[in-house]
């Protein structure tokens, strides 16, 4: 209990009421918290520096030798606090390029890059691929950029061993990997749009079908009419509904009584009084007895009628 409290507290996102910053907020923190944890182990157990003594030691060891290294060590953790009190103020614009400066610094040499890596592709040059990816999920178009200029600076300031067509050919490949991530975070934004308009249609269309509704009604048109009128207006906007019915439960509370339908099979059971009881195993006696909306789908393990 006191683990899930904690959680709660780290990712109440209140401040966001669109779903889509929410989610792009809480994706922020989870970011924060893995590369708190990445760079943590780094640290503390990754020995790829060497001491003058000519022992490798780690990161935390280190300080031992460099005292300036401290500033290093406690940068990261400081920016997690930074990037999560922007997150949760509310000021998600600033806070997505904590975790890619995070991930600048965590990356094992991107930032001060070993010149005596005996390896003809340092490690660091690969990770950074990474990081342009990150800057377009993160930042979008502005991280693709920063993420882009910062990677081919950190490639070109310190190349080790690498040869000048290793160089040009890795920086041909950040570049083709911030034009593909420029090209998918478009795609995305096309589809969002796309689905945006089709979510203003239908309630466009739900609109339109209300406004019908309530002008009859305020006609003083029959009971039975306007039920009539309903039913029919919503196979007409929504075509793919093939048929409608429009129950209203009855004095006695018991019983859910057909009094809209259309079709001819519609027909035949209005003369019917066609009727089900409010409770029983059906999409109708469900929904009258609960109060809320259902949907099942036909035909398939445990549907309803």
Known sequence: ??????????????????????????????MLALLTVVYAVYVTLVNDRVAPDGQRVTL???????????????????????????????????AVWVPLLMLYIVIPGSVFIDATSTFEYNPASATLALFIVMGGVLARYNGILVTLIAACVSLLLDRGNMTLTTTVNLLLLYGLLAAVTSVFIQFNASSRAMGMRVADDERQKLSE?????TRKAASRVPLAALLDLTVELIVQKYPQFYHAQIFLVDETGVHARLHASTGPTGKILLARSHALVVGSFSVIGQVTQRGEPLVDVAGTAGSMH
């Not at 683990?3 to 009421?17: A, C, E, G, K, P």
Request: aromatic content about 12%; proline content about 4%; glycine content about 2%.
């Open 60 to 94: 935390l060891t280190q300080i031992n030798h460099y005292p300036v290294q401290i500033v290093l060590l406690v940068l990261p953790f400081a920016l997690v606090s930074v990037g999560w009190w922007l997150v949760r103020s509310g000021r998600l614009a600033l």
């Open 209 to 213: 079908l209300v406004s019908q509704v």
């Open 1 to 30: 209990m006191p683990m899930t409290r904690w959680l709660n507290i780290f990712l109440r996102l209140d401040r966001y009421t669109d779903r889509l910053e929410r989610d792009r907020a809480r994706f922020v923190l989870l």
